[in-house]
């Protein structure tokens, strides 16, 4: 499996929940990625069945972007071994 | 393929040097695989509109072809351990990637630090502030 696929089952499914909120009202046009991190614990492989979970772990605001931190942990529940650690850094800008 | 042997890893050692051209097709099929179909990767009209010189890869993509590149001198994806990176410039469609990474320490375990970053063939630092752990072999 290509590393960054964790793109898909780690980032994915948790990010999505986060940017398309309605209520969280960010703006898919403004939204810059500015920096990722992953750790690889064990493999994944096909046909695996993962959860990820996420939380936001900081938040700051300066010269009219927000800058949002998540930390996310993906897990295979068959072993309950963890298969992904990540961090990003999401940059919203205010729209223009 | 095996990792490199830890005793044969020396401080300073390279990355073979790594490129690929990035084209719109590729953009529009990492979308696909992603799922990230933000239209300022897909939809040049709309990137205009929002400031951008057209559409941009998706740093993701970016980060995919630079594991490819460590994976590949590491002997495969398995020996990756982690890889972080700062997206600091887009890359943008007709761009080639250029891909580094250097060994910076290797520790009792066999594990090898390198830093890690790309270019474009524009002579933009697309990647910056990057690392990556691999593991050797005995």
Redesign the interface.
Known sequence: ????FA??YC??PTL?QLFMDPEVGID??????????????A?VHPGDVIDATAEITGIDSKRGMTFVRLAMEAIRPADQTVVCRA?SLMIVRAP? | MTAPAASDVAIGDGVTPYSRTVTQEHINAYAD????H???HVDPE?ARS??LPGTIA???LE??IL??AI?SWAGG??N????????SKPLLPGDTIICTGTVVSVDDAGVATLEVGASSDRGDRVLT?GRATVRLSR
């Open positions: 499996m290509p590393p960054t793109a898909v980032l994915g999505a898919l046009a403004g939204l810059i990625h500015g920096e990722q991190s992953f750790e690889w614990p493999p961090t223009a | 695989a992603s799922g990230d933000n239209p300022i709309f929002v400031g998706h740093g993701l980060m995919g594991a490819d994976a994806n398995a990756l351990l982690s890889l972080s990176c700062r997206f502030n």
